[in-house]
């Protein structure tokens, strides 16, 4: 996962739980984005996606 990827994950995480906590989004869709910005902070942090490899999409620049 490149850094670009890495940090665009993170910062639409960091805007789930801002929308959720401060119940702009409320009821199942909260509930959704804020697991999702779980999942992106997640993969972010450990820069591997499983869904990345399931379609083939690497994001990472290749260093020679």
């Keep these: 996962m490149g850094n670009t990827d890495r940090i665009i994950r993170i910062l639409l995480a960091v805007v789930f739980a801002v929308l959720y906590f401060t119940n702009t989004v409320t009821g199942t869709l909260g509930i959704v984005l804020l697991a999702l910005g779980g ?26």
């Design 39 to 64: 999942v992106f902070l997640l993969t972010s942090l450990i820069s591997f996606c499983p869904l990345y490899t399931l379609v083939g999409l690497n994001t990472c620049s290749v260093k020679k």
